[in-house]
């Protein structure tokens, strides 16, 4: 492989070295770069070299005789003028680079950093903040070197303040420190920001800061949206920095931050390129968290990886310009070269905790850096990846012309804020010589080149394709932003604020994100039929992707070359070729590949099975005839059609078709699913024979579609038949047969040159035997199959292939060529490394050898001077593949082979000394015994260069077996040679994943699916979230229920995300992450499955159904709080970075715990959990209950809760969090005195977050065990559902109420915590007298230091759940009436734009809150809407600046995904009520409630318990006399105001909360459900029926009978409510 920029062979790059040689290239030499000439007269060299004279390029050669013949006036053969003057003056591109190449470097770069040698990067990364340096300007570089630790002490806006103002202009800066200038004081505005929201207090060093501080320039309060609020020492010298660069406002860009930001570590590291994440720091990081390092510092990268980028863009331009085809071809394979890269950056951004410095917290980062990087106002650029050029250059390149999507429109308003060089080279692309159209009509000759065509279209897919760098974005921003979004990112950025039909925000962005990849795509995808195809017209051609990028992955859409099968060789002595060669012609396809891909084929089936199809069904005759493609299975084949069309790139005019050979040919006709098998039975009704087969016990039966035609024909009687499979219209044809799927397999070959010719592959043929239901009756013959893709491509060769000739008559069939249909496919994580120097080991067994051949001829061909060294297992000597060509690598010296014969004496052993393979006798063996063998050679090529080892790459391919036969080898060899302990071996291990240099590619044949597996519930699911210490990790997919904890160690992309899954169907997430159509994937969780996930029973009435689903669904709320919890307290057990700094402890982890604490209590824990959500449990049980007459067991679940959460325990519970903001805000003197008290309050208040959210899941899955059970006894008395239903609402009750207990001991619990324990401190005295100066500060001190805002109805009412106050004593039961009044009212408060709005609908928040807006007039009161139906506000920004800045909020805010359940849940409620209008009409007892909910709400609004009116009045209260209320939350300084506002909202009204659910209440609930038979009101005389009721009900009882006990109580059967806190 040559370098992309220059051509050479390896080894003769330039200085910086070359990234795209893979392992192969060598340190190259210092005189080219990127083949670029340097020096003075480059410029000139360069002109001269790449221009040719202006005849060459436009009159090349004489005009053909053909031409000129029979001209009368011959003028038009002369080129037109401007076409001289365009090639006269050379490529708009080169012309833009060689302007900025000349006048950068004097200008400091104003118009940005663009130039021919460094690409889009600083030239010199050092020089702006050298300049800056030594300028007055250096006070905001030093404030900035300073920021972590300023921010880590709580000192950061003090140090603002106290910085001086220094000029921005050009006589005090000068213009070669303008990038270091605008980066600090961008950060500094920011950071100012960013601390206004988050310091604990919200605010309350404003006090310190005085109003002259906020002045313009001009002396006057400074009101600019941008930077209003912000100190004038930071915003005067902004302004003038950013106007001198060009910017018409100040703002930070996500270059800024980024791309100008960095600094790298070693300047003679130029190998394979300068700027990688582990060769730079961030010049000026902000919290220095390794979230944010790595996200900026890949963003440059990417960069530093485009670096030969621009040059290659304007060659391409200049062969364009001189219609140089070949030219053209080497350019577009570099440029391809360059793209493919790019992708792999995204694994220094893992979210897999093992991944050492790559390992980003979600957590962390969706808290500081997410929050810190809002745009200074909506109407800036947001701090998007999007404002990258490399997205502008590439779209612009590949002439994008869809801008439609939310991103799409976003990326051209960025465009707009792009410095002006990068501008001008876009438009440079855009204005002449376009490359796309140029090879799209045919290039120079007008006829269509293939190989530029297929070059092209796999950088668009390289860039913009699901597995090129867009996709692989796209899976990687879902895995973290699921992550985040749960645990306290506000917002998300693509399509901010939406969320799917289950309220997960980072599904919208994965379709947001979608839909750009879409716009990228559609050029040169969008042939395919729309989704609104009609049957009149099933052709018709739209220009827009029908469908989503993640449906084309594991689908024929992979395939977008085509390619011929040429020849099959022996590798080895097998007569019957079990594992033999493939050769693939690709010549001329374009198709380019590296070593460790794979190719993507589609089969062809075996000709014997075609036979027996067409034989059954007589289509001899028709095999040529197109199929219609009008009825149900044909929009399968048309859009297959379409895609085959595509790929020839067929007339697009002429419509594309199926003939029966292509289905025959290209349909999946083994092994036999259900589907196909229930297909086939509903065609032929009577056939015994597919009864027969349905009956099987295990899926897929193995056997053909053409077996099982066969075996019925002779059963179906012939009318039956023929009608079934007319002959006269093949429309169900389609239907029968869907298209294949293609299969994988790893390209066992290497090539040197620009394209390969051909490519190999090694498989292994699959064989299993016909199960024996699809043979006759009796039949004890064992028949045994190829699998469908391996027995095509390797046939046995002793077994006759050969078609019928009736098959092939008429086609220009040809056994040596068959045409396929292809595709590259990249794993992630499985490639060479990148130095060459680095020693390689492989483990391979069976067939895993495959992708190991590509990367020894790679090495070797090469030259590389690292160590190779092959661990084979293999079954025996006669199976032992490619030996001849291994012996020969051995015998040369580059490789060493070591090989293990599991059934064979015949050994081989290496000998190091004569280089060559000896017979041995030995005893059969596996792979790890070789590994133990090699023992101290296999650990140091693992243990790390750091520690002494080799750092080689390790490399494991095969089965799953082999995967963990090799890996216990290894495990073992480690603790014997190296380390002293299994754990420590673990460790090496451990570190040698996170370091990416164990890799894997393990695959598995599919597991066959027996029907007699265990069945899971969903309670017992849940239950395995893995959370605890050595517990077990179980996800549920599509029916299926996997143990993944063995699973953890190799998920590529780290446990954390498979932990997000952990405990609950997550069948959403495998289907839009695209692992449900990836064979991969499925059939490696085959090996984990542990049975299916009990199904939702089959309701007859859909009040049990709608009951289920919601309980279901509460179920999974509580699950996925329970995990992303964990993840957040984990990090804050265990980081002990983030607790301490050098020795000092960091307000970090207190902000942290903080904001976790305050989300918990006020956010993401109550209002999801014991908000609108259970609210709505509550409504539908009370309905239910009232329904069947029986409104006396109607308990005040939400007013309990209500009291719990507004108990005195309650109170000094968020107090004491409340102290901990005080000590984010003043942490540099308070917080170390109360160091060791902090770090036990954390963990202890962890703990008791995380047992609640345990019980809380308990009390949910114990309740559905009971609903599940009674749902099974009334399988067999259906028609008695409406019974059961009362009952079965009854138990559910009483778990709700069970939960209100739960909640309440918490409070308890949680208040017994404290911060002060001076005598745990190291300084007691010290930490008594701290504690004493904080108490002598309590109370009116801080109000009086405190610069009061008045509370703005947003900031009160910011949390969209409303906790209701109970008017009566827990002792009591309330009225349906008031269930209903309080559900009313939830409803309207969640559609009140204020809790719906997100983004940029969201209110400004008052004072610091939002962007400074504090001299806005407050925001009207909305009214309370007229109606409580649910309404959704229209919830998409109008930007991308709108979301980020709405993710910058406070800390206890709600976060989206939380809003969008409670959203979510609101509008359930709303239809519930909707449908059952009538019933509720009925059942409410007050004359007045009319006809509407709009009544409703106007009769128990005003007057219930707590209605909209009273909350609005009520908030009014709040915001106008924050001390006049009774809030205990007030009465004590240190609380925000959002707590203030909340504890005022729980009120201190409403019945004392200390007590419990008396006993002789429970024993009523409990008796309710026992007195279920009595109470079933019977109006006639008891018929059979009844007496079946009866039965039916006393076995009903049965499974209620503890439902209704207090937790805790004895013989309750449940666990004791903890009254002390446990420790851990
Ligand atoms: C990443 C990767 C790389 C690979 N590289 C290679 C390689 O280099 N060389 C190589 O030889 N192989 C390789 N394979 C395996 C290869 O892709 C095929 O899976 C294999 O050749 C079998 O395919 P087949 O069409 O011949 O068999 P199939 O016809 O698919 O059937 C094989 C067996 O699986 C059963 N089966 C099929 N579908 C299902 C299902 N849905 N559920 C349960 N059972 C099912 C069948 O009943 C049959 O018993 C690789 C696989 C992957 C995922």
């Known amino acids: 492989m040559s370098c992309p920029a220059t051509g050479m062979a390896a080894g003769l790059n330039g200085p910086r070295g070359c990234a795209f040689l893979g392992g192969m290239s060598h340190q190259s030499s210092s005189e080219t770069l990127y083949g670029a000439p340097q020096g003075p007269n480059a410029l000139q060299t360069l002109m001269e070299k790449e221009r040719k004279t202006l005849c060459e390029v436009l009159l090349p050669t004489a005009p053909p005789k053909e031409k000129t013949k029979n001209m009368a006036n011959a003028d038009s053969l002369n080129p037109p003028e401007l076409d001289v003057l365009a090639i006269a003056l050379g490529a708009p591109t080169r012309r833009v680079l060689e302007r900025a190449d000349r006048i950068g470097e004097e200008t400091g770069w104003r118009d940005g950093f663009l130039s021919t040698k460094h690409g889009l990067c600083p030239p010199d990364p050092n020089a702006p903040a050298a300049a800056l340096a030594h300028s007055p300007g250096?006070?905001?570089?030093?404030?900035?070197?300073?920021?972590?630790?300023?921010?880590?002490?709580?000192?950061?806006?003090?140090?603002?303040?106290?910085?001086?103002?220094?000029?921005?202009?050009?006589e005090t800066i000068p213009d070669k420190a303008l990038w270091a200038a605008v980066v600090c004081l961008g950060i500094l505005a920011s950071i100012w920001r960013y601390e206004e929201r988050n310091d604990g207090h919200e605010g309350i060093i404003k006090a310190r800061a005085r109003k002259e501080h906020f002045y313009n320039i001009h002396g006057e309060p400074d009101e600019e949206p941008e930077t209003v609020g912000i100190p004038r020492n930071v915003v005067i010298p902004f302004r003038q920095i950013c106007t001198r660069l060009g910017r018409p406002l100040p703002y930070l860009s996500q270059s800024d931050v980024s791309l100008h930001n960095y600094k790298i570590r070693d300047p003679t590291s130029t190998f394979p390129y300068l700027e990688r994440n582990e060769n730079m720091d961030l010049r000026w990081p902000i919290f220095n968290d390794y979230g944010e390092r790595n996200f900026l510092l890949c963003m440059a990268e990417v960069h530093g990886l485009f670096t030969p980028g621009l040059d290659i863009i304007a060659r391409c331009q200049e062969r364009v310009m001189e219609k140089d085809d070949d030219g053209l071809l080497v350019e577009l394979v570099k440029l391809k070269q360059v793209v493919d890269q790019l992708l792999y950056v995204f694994h220094k951004i893992s979210v897999n905790p093992h991944a050492g410095e790559n390992f980003s917290p979600p957590a962390s980062w969706g808290q500081g850096y997410a929050k810190f990087s809002a745009p200074l106002s909506k109407r800036l650029p947001a701090l998007s990846g999007l404002f990258l050029p490399i997205f502008q250059v590439m779209d612009t390149f590949l002439q994008r012309t869809n801008f439609t999507s939310f991103l799409g429109i976003e990326s051209r308003h960025l465009r707009a804020w792009m410095p002006l060089n990068i501008r001008a080279f876009l438009a440079a692309i855009e204005s002449e010589f376009d490359v796309v159209g140029y090879i799209r009509k045919g290039g120079r000759g007008g006829r269509r080149d293939e190989r530029l065509v297929g070059?092209?279209?796999?950088?668009?897919?390289?860039?913009?394709?699901e597995k090129g760098f867009m996709g692989t974005h796209r899976y990687k921003v879902y895995g973290f932003l699921e992550i985040v979004a749960k645990t306290g990112r506000v917002e998300t950025n693509g399509g901010a604020g939406a969320s799917d039909s289950i309220g997960r925000p980072w599904s919208e962005v994965h379709k947001t994100l979608a839909a750009s990849m879409k716009e990228r795509l559609e050029p040169y995808r969008g042939r395919g039929p729309t989704s609104t195809t009609s049957h009149s017209d099933p052709n018709a051609l739209s220009l827009s992707l029908s469908v989503q990028p993640h449906e084309m992955r594991g689908t024929y859409e992979e395939c977008r070359f085509w390619a011929k099968l040429v020849k099959r060789s022996s590798i080895?002595?097998?007569?019957?070729?079990?594992?033999?060669?493939?050769?693939?012609?690709?010549?001329?396809?374009?198709?380019?590949?590296?070593?460790?891909?794979?190719?993507?084929?589609?089969?062809?089936?075996?000709?014997?099975?075609?036979?027996?199809?067409?034989?059954?069904?007589?289509?001899?005759?028709?095999?040529?005839?197109?199929?219609?493609?009008?009825?149900?299975?044909?929009?399968?084949?048309?859009?297959?059609?379409?895609?085959?069309?595509?790929?020839?790139?067929?007339?697009?005019?002429?419509?594309?078709r199926v003939t029966v050979r292509d289905i025959l040919r290209k349909g999946k006709l083994a092994p036999l699913t259900k589907d196909m098998v229930m297909t086939v039975h509903s065609f032929l009704k009577i056939s015994s024979i597919t009864l027969r087969v349905l009956g099987s016990e295990a899926w897929p039966v193995n056997g053909s579609l053409g077996d099982l035609l066969v075996a019925a024909l002779n059963e179906v009687p012939e009318e039956v038949w023929d009608q079934a499979f007319s002959l006269n219209d093949l429309s169900w044809l389609p239907l029968l047969i869907a298209p294949e799927v293609p299969r994988t397999y790893s390209i066992s070959s290497f090539y040197f040159n620009l394209l390969p010719d051909t490519l190999d592959l090694t498989v292994a043929r699959s064989e299993h035997v016909v199960s024996p239901l699809l043979l006759p009756a009796g039949s004890t013959e064992r028949v045994t199959r190829s699998g469908v893709c391996s027995g095509f491509l390797n046939p046995d060769p002793t077994l006759d292939h050969e078609?019928?000739?009736?098959?092939?008559?008429?086609?220009?069939?040809?056994?040596?060529?068959?045409?396929?249909?292809?595709?590259?496919?990249?794993?992630?994580?499985?490639?060479?490394?990148?130095?060459?120097?680095?020693?390689?080991?492989?483990?391979?067994?069976?067939?895993?050898?495959?992708?190991?051949?590509?990367?020894?001829?790679?090495?070797?061909?090469?030259?590389?001077?690292?160590?190779?060294?092959?661990?084979?297992?293999?079954?025996?000597?006669?199976?032992?593949?490619?030996?001849?060509?291994?012996r020969d690598y051995v015998t040369s010296g580059k490789l060493e082979l070591h090989v293990a014969f599991?059934?064979?004496?015949?050994?081989?052993?290496?000998?190091?000394?004569?280089?060559?393979?000896?017979?041995?006798?030995?005893?059969p063996r596996y792979i790890d015994a070789l590994i133990l063998e090699q023992g101290p050679t296999v650990c140091d090529l693992l243990i790390s260069t750091k520690l002494g080892g080799l750092g080689g790459s390790v490399y494991i391919c095969g089965s799953v077996n082999l995967y963990e036969t090799v890996m216990s080898g290894i495990r073992e060899a480690l603790y014997r040679y190296r380390a002293v302990t299994k754990e420590g071996a673990d460790e090496l291990l451990a570190q040698a994943f996170a370091e990416r240099r164990i890799m894997l590619d393990v695959f598995m044949t599919p597991r066959v699916m027996k029907e007699?597996?265990?069945?899971?519930?969903?309670?017992?699911?849940?239950?395995?979230?893995?959370?605890?210490?050595?517990?077990?990790?179980?996800?549920?997919?599509?029916?299926?229920?996997y143990d993944v904890t063995d699973f953890l160690p190799i998920h590529p992309g780290g446990t954390l995300i498979v932990a997000g899954s952990a405990g609950i169907d997550a069948s959403d997430t495998f289907d839009e992450v695209a692992h449900t159509s990836n064979p991969e994937v499925m059939s490696l969780l085959g090996k984990y499955f542990i049975g299916y996930l009990t199904p939702k029973p089959n309701f007859q009435t859909t009040e049990l159904g709608d009951i289920y689903d919601s309980w279901v669904d509460y179920m999974r709320t509580c699950v996925e709080s329970l995990t992303t919890l964990s993840f957040e307290v984990d990090t804050l057990k265990r980081d002990s970075k983030l607790w301490f700094s050098d020795g000092l402890l960091s307000t970090h982890a207190i902000r942290k715990l903080y904001q976790l604490q305050s989300r918990f209590l006020t956010s993401t824990g109550f209002p999801i959990l014991f908000g609108t959500k259970l609210q709505e449990l509550y409504l539908k049980l009370s309905f239910s209950i009232a329904n069947s007459g029986d409104e006396s067991l109607l308990p005040d679940v939400m007013g309990r809760i209500t009291n719990a959460t507004s108990s005195p325990s309650a109170i000094a519970a968020r107090k004491e969090i409340a102290e901990l903001g005080e000590f984010v805000s003043n942490s540099a003197t308070a917080a170390p005195a109360f160091e060791r008290g902090i770090i036990a309050y954390t963990r202890n208040v962890c703990e008791l977050d995380v047992r609640l959210l345990e019980q809380i899941r308990d009390e949910i899955g114990e309740g559905y065990d009971k609903f599940m059970r009674v749902a099974e006894v009334m399988k067999n008395y259906p028609s008695k559902e409406r019974q059961a239903l009362h009952k079965i609402a009854t138990v559910l009750m009483s778990y709700l109420e069970r939960i209100a207990e739960r909640v309440d001991s918490f409070y308890v619990d949680l208040a017994a915590e404290s911060l002060y324990h001076p005598e745990r401190e190291a300084n007691p005295a010290r930490a008594r007298w701290r504690f004493l100066q904080r108490r002598l500060k309590d109370g009116s001190f801080f109000l009086l230091t405190k610069e009061m805002v008045p509370l703005s109805l947003e900031s009160r009412t910011s949390t969209p759940v409303q906790m209701f106050e109970s008017k009566r004593s827990k002792r009591q039961s309330v009225s349906f009436d008031h269930v209903l009044s309080q559900?009313?009212?939830?409803?309207?408060?969640?559609?009140?734009?204020?809790?719906?709005?997100?983004?940029?609908?969201?209110?400004?928040k008052p004072s610091s809150h939002a962007n400074g807006y504090r001299n806005e007039p407050l925001p009207p009161v909305p009214p309370i809407p007229a109606s409580a139906v649910y309404q959704p506000q229209p919830v998409r920004p109008l930007r991308l600046a709108d979301a980020h800045t709405a993710r910058a909020r406070g800390p206890s805010d709600s976060t989206t995904f939380e809003e969008q359940m409670i959203s979510k849940a609101a509008s359930r409620m709303s239809q519930f009520m909707n449908r059952r209008m009538k019933d509720i009409r009925r059942l409410s007892k007050s004359t007045d409630l009319g006809l509407s909910l709009d009544h409703a709400m106007a009769v128990y609004g005003g007057g219930g318990p707590r209605g909209p009116e009273s909350v609005a009045e009520s908030d009014e209260s709040e915001g106008s006399s924050p001390t006049s209320g009774s809030s205990i939350g007030m009465s004590r300084p240190g609380m925000n105001h959002r707590q203030m506002s909340v504890d005022h909202r729980y009120g201190s009204g409403g019945s004392s909360s200390s007590g419990s659910v008396p006993h002789s209440r429970q024993t009523s609930m409990a008796g309710g459900l026992e007195s279920g038979r009595t109470m079933t009101t019977m109006r006639r005389a008891p018929s059979r029926s009844d007496l079946h009721s009866a039965t039916f009900s006393r076995k009903l009882s049965v499974y209620g009978s503890n439902a209704g006990s207090r937790p805790g109580t004895p013989n309750s059967g449940a666990p004791p409510v903890p009254s002390k806190q446990s420790h851990w």
Not at 141 to 166: H, T
Not at 615 to 635: I, Q, W, Y
Not at 1017 to 1038: A, N
């Open 138 to 170: 250096r006070v905001w570089s030093d404030i900035c070197s300073r920021m972590p630790g300023l921010i880590a002490r709580g000192r950061i806006r003090e140090a603002i303040l106290e910085l001086p103002l220094i000029d921005g202009s050009a």
């Open 455 to 465: 070059v092209l279209d796999a950088i668009v897919e390289s860039y913009a394709g």
């Open 572 to 656: 080895d002595d097998d007569p019957h070729r079990t594992t033999g060669k493939v050769t693939i012609d690709v010549k001329n396809t374009g198709l380019t590949f590296i070593p460790g891909d794979r190719l993507a084929i589609m089969p062809l089936n075996c000709w014997k099975d075609i036979e027996k199809i067409v034989g059954a069904l007589g289509l001899v005759d028709l095999l040529d005839v197109n199929v219609p493609l009008t009825g149900d299975g044909a929009a399968k084949w048309l859009r297959y059609a379409h895609h085959e069309a595509e790929v020839s790139k067929s007339d697009p005019s002429i419509a594309p």
């Open 803 to 886: 078609p019928n000739h009736h098959l092939i008559t008429g086609t220009n069939y040809s056994p040596d060529e068959v045409p396929v249909l292809v595709g590259i496919n990249r794993p992630l994580n499985f490639q060479l490394p990148i130095s060459t120097a680095a020693p390689v080991a492989m483990f391979a067994g069976g067939s895993g050898i495959a992708p190991f051949r590509g990367f020894w001829q790679a090495r070797i061909g090469s030259g590389v001077i690292g160590r190779n060294l092959l661990f084979l297992g293999v079954q025996s000597r006669q199976k032992f593949v490619y030996k001849h060509e291994l």
């Open 902 to 923: 599991s059934r064979d004496t015949n050994g081989l052993v290496y000998d190091p000394v004569c280089r060559d393979l000896v017979e041995k006798t030995m005893e």
């Open 1012 to 1041: 007699d597996e265990p069945y899971i519930s969903l309670s017992e699911l849940s239950k395995h979230t893995g959370h605890r210490e050595g517990g077990k990790m179980w996800i549920g997919v599509h029916g299926s229920v």
């Open 1383 to 1404: 559900a009313i009212s939830s409803v309207s408060k969640s559609s009140s734009p204020r809790s719906t709005s997100r983004g940029g609908h969201r209110h400004n």
